[in-house]
């Protein structure tokens, strides 16, 4: 039995196989129109040459314009960010411009993160949302001194080897360490004991380690030869490492020993210092020496109330200086701080009334419109009839948002900074989730002179940005490229911004 030839249009050998013969004349050899088509006959397929100048991929592929799917990346930091803060970057982008370019899956968004050391950094889609656009970095979770590269792409849900990507890199601040003395700036005799307490420290980074005080000593008067001595007479240690002193010092007559303790706080390559000043006198008080002593009240229409100091103030009552801890005084509430002196004549006051600011008087809140699309719809907000005291002004707006059912615990993310315009025009990248009907909570604050605040709130319905297989990314292109320009601060012109387009090897599609 023999074999005969193979048919037209098809190569081999009817003994060894026939396959059908794919020329250029068969719809350009499955090569993408831009790009010239060559016959290989020995080969039986044709052979796809490169693709044009300023278009990216391979012929055989797609051919695609650079002009295409462009992501861009934000940061509400300007490229730092603090390692005690929650922080986030948010992710847009421009979708293809070809007019023969359908999507027909919509897309899709992923989140890469390195650090400078090469270590990747481990997201997860539930504490990052790094299939989002925004991704979200709990406080602690970068280290602090280092830098990370932070990729964000964007791919086709069909073909997630078809999408672009950018990069950008973020640098991660330390913040000083607080040190806090209690105790100090004390005028007292000789015998009594003073204590000098730095408990109340702290971290604001929360870094693993101890901290540690040191803590050093000197005698300032003319009196002293410089050394700092207990009451028996002996040389208190070079350096103390306790967090609290207890001291009982060696006093000296007329105007006293005036002794300089310094506390330097570290932890690893951090310190923070801070120092404070003792006058020890022999024997009783002079004469001329004042002592003094601070009191306040809560004044209203009734009366006066007395305010328990001791719990407010940072140093002792005992001193000229009064240092209240921040949010101790109540908005719009009067304030009457009494300072006695006293010495071994008799006792003076004098008192000092403080009107504690209010914050601006909220008007109205209005936001159109009441529906929209994540990265598409732009959002107009204004403040109407918000009102302060004119030594108050001016007022500055910010707008900021919460996703209800996220479980945020009260948290708000930041939609735009400050600004002194009481209008805004905003695309919100984030959307809603569907168990809760879309809805976010926009949240507009307005700030005064002395940085009191007040918030109103409005709710908002945003639906995802979605795809139909009518829908071409050309309708949608430009509203988001638009958003992408409207959203939060650039990375700054110092860093890495860098954009990469790239293809898989299936069947184009834009």
Not at 96 to 119: F, H, K, L, N
Request: charged share 15%; hydrophobic share 40%; net charge negative.
């Amino acid at each position: 039995m023999s074999c005969g030839p193979c048919p037209a249009g098809h190569i081999g050998t009817g003994a060894l196989g026939c396959r059908e013969l794919l020329t250029c004349a068969d719809n350009n050899g499955n090569c993408d129109v831009l790009s010239n088509c060559t016959d290989d006959l020995e080969a039986g397929h044709a052979l796809c040459g490169p693709c044009p100048a300023g278009y990216a991929g391979s012929g055989d592929v797609a051919c695609v314009d650079m002009d295409g799917l462009v992501p861009a990346m934000t940061t509400t930091t300007n490229g730092a960010m603090k390692r005690s803060a929650t922080n986030q970057i948010a992710g847009s982008f421009d979708g293809m411009t070809e007019p023969d370019c359908v999507v027909t899956e919509g897309v899709q968004y992923r989140w890469i993160a390195a650090a400078s050391d090469g270590s990747e950094l481990d997201l997860d889609s539930t504490a990052h949302k790094h299939g989002t656009p925004i991704l979200h970095l709990p406080a602690s979770t970068l280290q602090a001194k280092t830098a990370y590269l932070f990729r964000f792409t964007v791919s086709l849900t069909g073909n997630h080897l078809i999408g672009a990507f950018v990069e950008g890199v973020v640098e991660v601040r330390s913040q000083p360490l607080k040190l806090l003395i209690k105790g100090g700036h004390v005028l007292t005799g000789e015998g009594s004991p003073v204590v000098l307490d730095a408990t109340e420290s702290f971290d604001p980074d929360a870094e693993p380690g101890q901290l540690v005080y040191t803590w050093t000593c000197i005698r300032t008067d003319a009196a002293g030869d410089g050394y700092c001595r207990s009451l028996a007479g002996d040389l208190l240690p070079t350096r103390l490492t306790s967090a609290v002193l207890n001291l009982t010092l060696q006093g000296a007559p007329a105007g006293g020993a005036d002794y300089v303790f310094t506390c330097r706080l570290t932890k690893g390559d951090r310190q923070a210092r801070a120092s404070t000043n003792l006058t020890i006198t022999r024997g009783a008080l002079p004469p001329d020496t004042l002592t003094v002593m601070w009191s306040a009240y809560v004044a209203s229409a009734s009366g006066s109330t007395p305010l328990d100091l001791e719990a407010l103030a940072i140093i002792d009552l005992n001193w000229l200086d009064l240092v209240l801890a921040a949010g101790s005084l109540q908005a719009g509430a009067e304030y009457w701080f009494v300072l006695t002196a006293s010495d071994a004549h008799g006792s003076g006051t004098a008192a000092l009334q403080v009107l504690v600011n209010e914050p601006p008087r909220v008007g109205t809140m209005s936001m159109s419109p009441s529906e929209g699309i994540a990265g598409k719809t732009l959002f107009t907000v204004e403040a109407q009839g918000w009102e302060d005291d004119p030594e108050d002004m001016p007022l500055w707006y910010q707008l900021q948002y919460e996703v209800v059912g996220a479980g945020s615990g009260g948290n708000l993310e930041l939609w735009t900074e400050w600004q002194p315009s009481r209008s805004f025009a905003e695309q919100l990248a984030r959307s809603g989730l569907t168990a809760h009907a879309h809805r976010v909570t926009v949240w507009l604050a307005g700030r005064d002179a002395l940085e009191a605040t007040s918030r109103l709130a409005s709710n908002v319905t945003v639906r995802p940005l979605e795809f139909d297989s009518q829908a071409s990314l050309l309708d949608h292109g430009d509203d988001l490229l638009d958003g992408a320009k409207r959203n939060v601060t650039l990375f700054g012109a110092d860093m890495l911004n860098v954009v990469r387009l790239f293809l898989s090897p299936r069947t184009r599609q834009g």
